[in-house]
């Protein structure tokens, strides 16, 4: 009986040494690192097109972007914790009108250390409408001058068209001008509200438009140049609702003031005896100028106050040029605090090439290599691929009030989804030749 039990065992360790080892887990591949581009232009508007590069400035990946498609980029033998540099290439053929002539203009735009996961927003978000204002003056013998903010003149009221103007105005639902009339020095007002039609004619009885007494509020600038500048009341940000205060807008070609500071008019006949509800709450004031001095600098700034300011905002903060900047290679140093560092190059002419890097600021001197551009860009544009720039490098400082990390700063520009972001957040900006 002992020797049965025995037998029965043995061959029982038998089988079950016999039995094959179960199959091992299979292995899951890591997930690569991706972007998402969601790109809204058509093919008429853009071609558009992505690539990613390694610490190198390899090119790890290069797609073409559809149009009005969602696209998902990913990066070869990456993971999710890796960081690369993501480029965005935007082309667009253009004809410069009555000439015949066609142009091409390229504009890159890196954004160095992007992480897994972030999405890009293609898009323009320029909520503007245009309407061409018609206007017919009665009671006057001269019309000497009228102001259409945000207008661009394309007829002069005067005698001999019957005071008759004609301006071709960008807003956002509300127009006003202002006008001086038979040699008299007080201005004149009208305001247009509820304008969504691209075409608007009004007469205007010079006898019973609104006169301004209340003194224009002035703002000194920080240096003396061709300032452009563009204040607006804010009506309603939630819908993007202003009432332009500024100036006419210049016609290309045209004389460009120089200036130190400006007069800000308002549609109210007098703020201190009858001040009464303003058509708007606040203001957004957006100021651009180039130093045309030696070692001067090109400011830039996008806030919104609660009055218009008396002065403009002046960068604490610096860039010093070194002498690590060529085609490809710039290098500046970074004096005090500001949350990103923009290094840009630009070659004028045919085609006409813009690449913007954005990365993050450090103490010290920061440096950027250009990645390599890809073999289908750089084929179709030999003066991309060689770099040629020709010296044209800046480099910009970005200060932002109410955000204070570069990534936050890059996550805005990704989304596009918001045309006030910089102002929300308080922009002041200070750009130099590298």
């Given amino acids: 009986m ?4 025995i037998c029965a065992f043995v061959a029982a360790l038998f089988i079950i040494g016999c039995k094959k080892d179960p199959a091992p887990p299979p292995i899951t591949p890591e997930t ?3 972007v998402t581009v969601n790109n809204e232009y058509g093919p008429l508007q853009a071609r ?9 400035g390899e090119t790890l990946v290069y797609r073409e972007l559809p149009g009005h498609a969602t696209t998902v980029v990913e990066a070869p033998n990456s993971g999710t914790d890796d960081r690369f540099d993501c480029t965005v290439a935007k082309i667009v053929a253009i004809d410069a009108p009555g000439s015949g002539v066609r142009d091409t203009i390229v504009t890159l735009t890196t954004y160095t250390s992007l992480q897994h996961g972030e999405t890009i927003n293609l898009r323009n978000i320029f909520p503007y409408l245009t309407t061409d204002l018609n206007v017919h003056f009665t009671n006057v013998t001269s019309v000497d001058t009228v102001i259409v903010p945000d207008g661009l003149t394309f007829e002069q009221p005067q005698a001999s068209n019957n005071f008759n103007g004609r301006y ?7 127009i006003w001008l202002r006008a001086r009339v038979n040699g008299q020095q007080m201005w ?5 509200d509820q304008v969504s039609e ?6 205007l009885d010079a006898a019973v438009m609104l006169p301004i007494f209340a003194a224009p509020k002035n703002i000194a ?4 140049a061709a300032w452009e500048y563009k204040v607006d009341g804010i009506v309603d940000t939630s819908g993007f609702q202003f009432l332009a205060l500024g100036d006419l807008l210049r016609a290309p070609g045209g004389a460009v003031p120089v200036f130190s500071d400006v007069d800000i008019y308002e549609p109210i006949t007098n703020d201190v005896f009858d001040p009464g509800p303003k058509p708007y709450s606040g203001f957004r004031v957006r100021l651009s100028g180039a130093d045309p001095n030696p070692g001067g600098y090109t400011y830039y700034s996008d806030d919104f106050y609660a009055d218009i300011p008396a002065t403009a905002p002046v960068p604490a903060f610096d860039l010093q040029p070194t002498t690590l900047s060529d085609n490809r290679l710039v290098a500046t140093q970074c004096i005090g605090n500001f949350d990103a560092l923009v290094f840009s190059r630009t070659r004028p002419g045919t085609p006409n090439i813009g690449w913007e890097v954005y990365t993050a600021p450090a103490s010290g001197v920061v440096a950027y290599r250009l990645p390599d551009v890809p073999d289908a860009l750089g084929n179709e544009f030999p003066a991309l691929k060689n770099y040629d720039f020709g010296g044209n490098v800046r480099a910009r400082a970005e200060e932002y009030k109410k955000i204070s990390a570069y990534e936050t700063v890059l996550r805005h520009l990704l989304q596009n989804d918001d ?3 910089r102002a929300k957040a308080g922009y002041l900006g200070r750009e130099e030749a590298q």
């Fill in 419 to 421: 045309p006030l972001w």
């Fill in 48 to 56: 558009l097109a992505i690539f990613l590069s390694g610490e190198d």
């Fill in 32 to 34: 690569p690192f991706s």
């Fill in 221 to 224: 600038l920080p240096f003396t």
């Fill in 168 to 174: 071709r105005v960008q807003h956002t639902g509300k």
């Fill in 198 to 203: 691209p075409q608007l004619d009004a007469t």
């Fill in 188 to 192: 004149r007002f009208i305001l247009f």
């Fill in 2 to 5: 002992n020797t049965r039990l």
